[in-house]
């Protein structure tokens, strides 16, 4: 006992000369946390020797050695780091326990360090377990809060360092996704929702409000492969995507796409799942959605009007007559060939395909409500 008593400083001084040639996280660590860890080190070589006294009257080893880090070491320093600062000490200790106890009790020390080394990984374990949990609970407060603001359509500054907390200061390629929440304990849906995101290489935001759960997805390079990706973990019935933005500070807008899509889409029962916020523009725009109503009129009708009026003119009559390109073409007093020709101009101009039930639907409620926003008083 006095050797190993004597032999403290000396062993703590090669355990650290030891991790700064073998281990490349702590030479490349701050002056400060080296510090720390050398402290960490030489309590535990302390700890050991008192706990060799006295095995059973020894303090808890979690105070005796970890109690004399500062908190912020953990999140410096790893779980895996701490085992091979475990696994470095207990190295250098047992080069030395010939010397420390002699041919007779060397066999005795040598398995006291083995049980040590045991018990020092045991209250390591529970350290970490410890922050782990205590980190989870805040971090599952802070992403409440940001899902919150982004369905409130309040971002502000807070809630980008919020997101910045959560990991998400550089995640780029983002999209909210909706749809009914299944069964069972929420903390569980996220868990498995962050699990298939992270096995399609994503991130992901998670919140289940009443029988509706929100996903905020980042690292995404296409919204609707995206939600392919984590739509088995829906419940049944209508998910809806949002657009793609760039960043987590501009989701609000996917959030509300979102939203408002998974809203409407009872109106298609036949919709895809997922299903595109922007497939959804007529449901939307019948429920009262102003920005399904705004880009109906802006992206499908003014253009139409803009590019040539007989556009409109020979869309109309085309829906009207129920796609019958001889009617129509009887109805203007022109050839069927010039029908087709304007009809493909539309698609062009568009995108939507007069010839098409679902786009043709689309084009007949942006007809009538470009007509409706004509006539309107002005402000």
Known sequence: MRRLERATGKLATETSARMESELPWYAAMSAEDRSWVNLVAQAGIAAFVQWFRDPEGAQAITADVFGT??????????????????????????????ELAGPEDSAWLREGLLLYSREIAFAAAEVYARAAEAR??????????????????????????????????????????????????????????????????????????????????????????????????FATGPVVVGSLVPTLSDASRSSRESLAGFRAAVAWPDAPRPVLASDLLPERALDGDAEAIGRLVDDVYLPLVAEDATLVETLAAYLERTGSLEGTARELFVHPNTVRYRLRRVADVTGLTPTSPRDAWSLRLALSLGRLADEAPSP
Not at 81 to 92: H, N, S, W
Not at 197 to 219: E, F, K, N, S, Y
């Open 136 to 233: 989870g609970a805040w971090d599952a407060r802070l992403e409440s809060l940001v899902l919150d603001a982004l369905l409130r359509d309040d971002v502000d500054d807070d809630v980008v360092s919020r997101g910045a907390a959560l990991g998400w200061a550089n995640v780029t390629g983002v999209c909210v996704v909706t749809g009914h929440a299944p069964t069972g304990d929420p903390e569980t849906i996220a868990e498995a929702v962050k699990r298939s995101a992270r096995h399609h290489r994503m991130d992901a935001l998670t919140g289940v409000q009443a029988q509706r759960l929100v996903v905020v997805l980042g690292h995404v390079t296409d919204a609707e492969r995206a939600a392919r990706g984590i739509v088995s973990q």
């Open 69 to 98: 880090a500062p908190r912020e070491l953990v999140r410096a320093v790893s779980l895996r780091q701490t085992v091979d600062l475990v696994r470095t000490t207990i190295a250098v200790a047992e080069e030395h326990v010939e």
